[in-house]
């Protein structure tokens, strides 16, 4: 029988993955053979013992389970994972897109990405968006270098350069009176044109390479964005039919923000400039009306809910059962691994799950399979994915993930659902499969060669150390000055917003 001490990680014409224990029954199957075939999941029956010839992977004593959908992090941010807490989004965030870039090399940014898909594997995760923050018109390569990383490693990747006109100091209410002149003064930001020109050229060149990394569109923020930077953005996804996302609201400085900017929401604002549409994310969503979540519903978009950077960052609570409640489709990110020091998708279901049951009245909890189907059909819907992947089911992409029944938290299985959104296995993953091709057999990542990847991410890290430091220096500048806006804009009334307080605990 069976090849399977022989799988290698590479295409397989036909692997059957016999005996595993479906997280969710097909048509009353619970213990399957899915047969996968040239990256598709060519069937599901019943499982009737191990035989046959070909590629098989038994995968008895095994949770076959849809690989997870991250819709929102930032692989730029991995050198700063653990060097700070307790500050908020606006006092932290400059720190991570230091206005003098760090001195990266093509291989440094692949070995860094590298580690952002190597955690990212090994927790799970089978597709993952990446807001890279590049130079990208400067430095094309250091994006090229983002894709090559995501490649060697087979996860299923989206990835975009941070796409902003407007300097991040200058994109908060009052900064003028509030923050130095120095960090106001920056040198201008390329032109729409050029920033445009450059994504483009990117974006076509992987959509005629083909295969699991393509293009996402990413303006930074509308706040950080000119109208025509935007307009641009939409235009050119549109063209491509690629999917977009943009930061939305992650605290309540942006809310004020934009009643001060744009006399309305932002989600008024980008509903007004034809922006919400199938296909485009606003990540975060922490500050959302009732009338903005109904927006949302209607066009189609994806709000990405972020709990567990939003914790880290004292963003605030996003209103999730509002917002199913409402019909917006919802995808779960982890955001960067700086704000929140992971990649890994599991401790945001589990907060996800959580945090909605701490609210009463109209806003009470949300189950398990609700947080599980947002982050893998949710995820896969933000992205137009969902006739390709976020299940197991015939005709859609192998993305599968196989967790050990054998080990904790499925001991004893009662609910694998619920064991997994709150149990958190990612040390019980046993394999992951992608487009059907195996990266990760028996805990060992089958595509790169880890060992030496952490040796490199440590030596460039070290390389690096005093630029890092130089970065979170010119950081600390801001950090009173946007201590006084956060101060200033808690004295604003948002009405609706008030009231339910998206900040704080009821
Ligand atoms: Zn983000």
Redesign the pocket.
């Known amino acids: 029988m069976a090849n399977q001490n022989t799988l290698q990680s590479r295409l397989h014409d036909e692997l059957t993955i016999s005996g595993a224990r479906l997280m969710q029954a097909v048509e009353d199957v619970t213990d399957a053979d899915i047969v996968v075939r040239n990256g598709l999941i060519a069937a599901i029956r019943p499982h009737t013992g191990i035989s046959g010839s070909g590629n098989i992977l038994d995968a008895r004593r095994l949770l076959a389970a849809p690989g997870l959908v991250n819709g929102?992090q930032?692989s730029h941010e991995l050198f700063f994972r653990g060097r700070s807490e307790g500050l908020t989004l606006e006092e932290w965030m400059t720190s991570v897109r230091p206005a003098r870039p760090l001195p990266l090399t093509p291989e440094d940014v692949v070995v860094r990405t590298q580690v952002v898909a190597a955690e990212a594997l090994r927790s799970g995760t089978t597709t993952l968006c990446d807001?890279v923050g590049i130079d990208h018109v400067a430095r094309p390569d250091l994006l090229d270098a983002v894709a090559e990383g995501y490649r060697s490693a087979g996860i299923r990747a989206f990835v975009g350069p941070s796409l902003f006109d407007v300097p991040f100091a200058r994109a908060v209410p009052f900064a003028e009176q509030e923050l130095p002149r120095s960090c106001l003064e920056v040198p201008p930001r390329p032109s729409v044109d050029s920033q445009v020109a450059a994504f483009r050229t990117f974006a076509a060149g992987l959509r005629e390479r083909g295969g699991l990394v393509q293009a996402i569109g990413t303006p930074s923020a509308p706040q950080r964005c000119s109208p025509a930077l935007l307009d641009a953005v939409r235009l050119l996804a549109d063209e491509f039919g690629l999917p977009v996302m943009t930061?939305v609201l992650e605290t309540r400085v942006q809310a004020v923000g934009a009643q001060r900017d744009y006399g309305q929401t932002m989600i008024g604002y980008l509903n007004q400039r034809g922006f919400l549409k199938p296909g485009t994310s606003l990540?975060h969503g922490v500050w959302l009306t009732r009338a903005d979540m109904e927006l949302i519903a209607a066009s189609g978009a994806t709000v990405q809910h972020?709990p567990w950077s939003n914790l880290k960052l004292g963003s605030g609570l996003a209103r999730l059962r509002a917002m199913l409640d409402a019909g917006v489709n919802v995808s779960l990110g982890s955001?960067?691994c700086g704000s929140i020091e992971t990649v890994s998708l599991m401790p945001t279901m589990a907060a996800a799950a959580l945090l909605s049951g701490l609210r009463g009245g109209t806003d009470h909890g949300v189950s398990a399979c609700e947080v599980f189907h947002a982050a893998t059909t949710g995820g896969a819907k933000a992205l137009g994915l969902e006739t390709q992947v976020g299940k197991i089911a015939v005709g859609h992409r192998a993305d599968i993930v196989l967790y050990r029944l054998d080990r904790a938290p499925f001991v004893p299985l009662n609910d694998a659902v619920r064991q997994l959104v709150y149990g958190m296995p990612a040390a019980g993953v046993d394999t992951v499969i992608v487009d059907g091709r195996v990266v990760i057999r028996e805990g060992r990542l089958l595509t790169l060669d880890e060992e030496d990847l952490y040796r490199r991410m440590v030596e460039i890290q070290t390389r690096l150390l005093s630029d890092i430091e130089e970065a979170e220096r010119q950081a600390t500048l801001l950090r009173a000055g946007m201590a006084s806006i956060r101060c200033r804009c808690a004295r604003i009334g948002l009405a609706e917003l008030d009231r339910v307080s998206s900040g704080f605990l009821p």
Do not use: A
């Open positions: 929102h930032h807001d930061h990540i972020n955001d960067g």
